[in-house]
């Protein structure tokens, strides 16, 4: 019997509905439960084929036991060595890579100095930084955001450098980044699971949080068409198993916004029931097919095509390691061949030669 196993926290609508969904479907050999924890020993299988992971962000704890469980062959949704790697400057610039419009992004280093740090620990930064050339690429009104973070905590709207070094000093040891504002006529939050499912959702940040799924408009099917092209290419690269991307729409052009949210928001009281419902049953139902598919002890993590080059290139050398082919023999001619015949009828000869 396979277990799937969800992770949470605070939230209480989507991890019942996803478990009660699970068993509902009820898979040949699997079922679905919250995760219990009494201990983590080293290398242990926790018993769980899948783990959904929803709190690991906030819990330190919880993402060492996520990885422990990986090394024991968990499918673990999301990755967690990938999710402890990844960071929203690090997204962009793939995004730029990959051919998805995003905004124009700078990182900035921290207003006040990390502890255990002094001024000799950053002689490699030119300081002041060349503030005007950071300005005229991002332009302003723009937004201050953490480098690494969500739920739209310490995020500024700044309307001018002046605005930009008072707002700045506010933000302590956080790394920020400065980004380019979308002045959008559209705005949408897609969620993403498994890497091919795609869920289209009219959204407005600037409206009440309670409020923000209530937007007057819909995407034409071109538009959504690329939404959905842009949302797929990030997560294939990524690796991501259930994500959200948000998207800013301006002059008919979507712009990747912010597209790390690997424990996005599915409280049924936020985004709805239509919406619940769609991720409650596509959810249940790739946990499943990761159950299905998972190799007890062995690798069973989402890797995206960022990673995958060099993990390709390791498991090759591997292999040659492994194998250690030999160079074909060549053909022995007629006197080799005699040769090696003399040799056997001449034992003393032989024996002198070794001597």
Known sequence: MKKIGILFGQENTFPQAFVDRVNRINPPGIFAEFVTIDKVMQGADPGYAVIVDRISQDVPFYRSFLKNAAAAGTAVINNPFWWSADDKFFNNALAEKIGVNV????????????DDTTDKSFRNLIYP???NSI?????????MKPYAGGGWKNVYRVEDKDDFFHKHSETGQLV???????DFSQYYRCFCIGGKEVRIMPYNPKHAPHL???ADYEPGPELAARITEQVLTLHQHLGYDFNTVEIAVR???????DFCNPAPDADIHSIGAEHFEWVVETSARYAIERAIAQKPGKDNLTWGKFVQPGRAKAKAATTVEKKKPTAPKAKKTAPEKE??????????KKQQKEK
């Open 103 to 114: 905004p124009r992004t700078v990182l900035l280093p921290s207003y006040k100095l990390p």
């Open 135 to 143: 300005f005229e690429y991002v332009s302003f009104p723009a937004y």
């Open 339 to 348: 040769k090696k015949v003399a040799t056997k009828k001449s034992p003393a």
């Open 212 to 214: 923000r799924y209530q």
């Open 251 to 257: 002059s008919d052009v979507p712009y990747a916004i």
């Open 176 to 182: 920020m980044m400065l980004q380019e504002e979308i």
């Open 129 to 131: 930084f060349d503030w």
